[in-house]
């Protein structure tokens, strides 16, 4: 999520990404970004008459890529122990409070399954359309079935998929090494018509670049513009 937003700013479109892992937000470190002071308390939604809910939250730029993330509201360090429901709120408030300005497209980085964040997108959004992402192995491709036949139900597009860490290739010599034992192709979401984007490499500095996104962008982009 975080390599497709930022190549959908370098292209010029404009982007937001949104990191919709209340529990574990990360996208603030994979961005270069760290708050060191622990936060004494954290809104998670907002009242008022009228139904307006006071001054919103203000995206982090980078790279022209405008940022939302429960991240930026506590120390890295901090943990957040909510329920559901309340993490819904938080999620609710990052998508609809934040003051994006002029954005044409929201990347959300949701957590793995079916919960009821995945459902809030689904239902509190605008043109939804979703990319899974699964390893080789066939315990992703159990779980992510399970959301592929969610999304069928609700009549969500998928765009297709992508396939990260699938292997590692050599720096010295270029062999491709697999890194998990390949899942039946009966029982892969490939055999249930969703399309293989990208199959991505292990990499050390996780490092994703134009190349390796090329079919996933272009996907994305002829999504935004239909």
């Not at 991240?71 to 909510?82: E, K, N, P, S, V």
């Not at 043109?127 to 079935?145: F, K, Q, W």
């Amino acid at each position: 999520a975080v390599a497709v937003g930022r190549e959908l700013a370098r292209s010029g479109r404009k982007a937001g990404l949104v990191d919709a892992d209340i529990a574990g937000p990360d996208v603030p470190r994979m961005l270069g970004l760290r708050r060191d002071v622990p936060a004494k308390s954290i809104t998670l939604a907002r009242w008022a008459r009228g139904g307006r809910g006071g001054p919103g939250l203000e995206a982090m730029e980078v790279d022209g890529l405008k940022v939302a993330s429960a991240g930026f509201l506590m120390a890295g360090a901090q943990g957040l122990a909510i329920g559901s429901d309340l993490g819904d709120l938080m999620f609710g408030r990052l998508i609809k409070d934040t003051n994006w300005g002029d954005v044409e497209a929201l990347v959300v980085d949701l957590p793995p399954g079916v919960s009821f964040t995945q459902q809030g997108v689904l239902s509190g959004a605008g043109r939804v359309a979703t990319i899974l992402v699964v390893t080789p192995a066939e315990v992703s491709h159990l779980d992510t079935g399970r959301a592929l036949s969610t999304l069928r139900q609700v009549r969500t597009p998928v765009l297709g998929g992508v396939e990260n860490m699938a292997y590692f290739e050599c720096p010295c010599c270029g062999e491709k090494t697999e890194l998990h034992a390949p899942a039946p192709d009966e029982r892969t979401i490939w055999a249930s018509g969703v399309e293989r984007l990208a199959r991505l490499p292990f990499r050390p500095d996780a490092v994703i670049d134009a190349a390796d996104l090329a079919p996933v962008l272009e996907a994305v982009a002829t999504h935004i513009a239909a």
